[in-house]
Nanobody, 127 residues
Framework: QVQLVESGGGSVQAGGSLKLTCAASGYMNIYGCMGWFRHAPGKELEWVAGVNAGDGGTAYADSVKGRFNISQDSAKKTVYLQMNSLKPEDTGMYYC????????????????????WGQGTQVTVSS
């Protein structure tokens, strides 16, 4: 059974940084995608970033490009999201996701359809 467990959320002032961690257990898809989504109150679920477990390729939403960095530790089956220069609009529940299928190419939102999801970790950025 696949389990994704997020940690690292919290409250920070605008301009600050946080690092989220997603620990995967039971996930054997070494050529799949892992990534992060976020959900702010009153808004739709938004894809944030993805990393291809096979080739290490990364992809980012325009809203976070240049400020967020996704990385992985394949041996530990862990994915990180380093978030810098945080803005109030980055506030939301952040979810880790992993694709069910093998993926060749960029790990963008659609790659995670019918995939696995964690329970989320809250990020709050105050102005």
């Amino acid at each position: 059974q696949v389990q994704l467990v997020e940690s690292g959320g919290g409250s920070v002032q605008a301009g600050g940084s946080l690092k989220l961690t997603c620990a995967a257990s039971g996930y054997m898809n070494i050529y799949g995608c892992m990534g992060w989504f976020r959900h702010a109150p009153g808004k739709e679920l938004e894809w944030v970033a993805g990393v291809n477990a096979g080739d290490g390729g990364t992809a980012y939403a325009d809203s976070v490009k240049g400020r967020f960095n996704i990385s992985q530790d394949s041996a530990k089956k862990t994915v990180y999201l380093q978030m810098n220069s945080l803005k109030p609009e980055d506030t939301g529940m952040y979810y880790c996701a992993a694709s069910r299928m093998v993926v060749f190419g960029a790990c963008v939102a659609g790659r995670f359809s019918s995939g696995y999801w964690g329970q989320g970790t809250q990020v709050t950025v105050s102005s």
